[in-house]
């Protein structure tokens, strides 16, 4: 698994940038996509995919401890959609 540290210095191999830099630019991206998707944008990125925020519907469910019926809201969650490249990529 690849998490952000790793990511970032692997980054900085490839690209011989001080981490520091490549920390700020990684924190950044992240920071725009966060906050262009709280403005209800999308974010596409071509070929790799396009993050957007999406309603779940709200349905009825039960409360496992009680067995009681329940209303589960609708919500506002985060998608992402793989694009061809990346798709092709991990066939």
Request: no cysteine; charged share 35%.
């Amino acid at each position: 698994m690849v998490n952000k540290d790793a990511l970032i210095d692997q980054v900085t191999n490839v690209t011989r940038f001080p981490r520091k830099d490549v920390e700020e630019v990684v924190d950044a991206f992240l920071e725009l996509i966060i906050e262009k998707l709280s403005l209800d944008e999308k974010v596409n990125l071509t070929g790799f995919g396009a993050f957007e925020v999406k309603d779940r519907k709200g349905r009825k469910g039960v409360d496992p401890r009680t067995l009681e019926p329940i209303v589960v809201p609708t919500v506002r969650v985060a998608k992402f959609r793989a694009g061809n490249t990346l798709k092709e990529s991990v066939k």
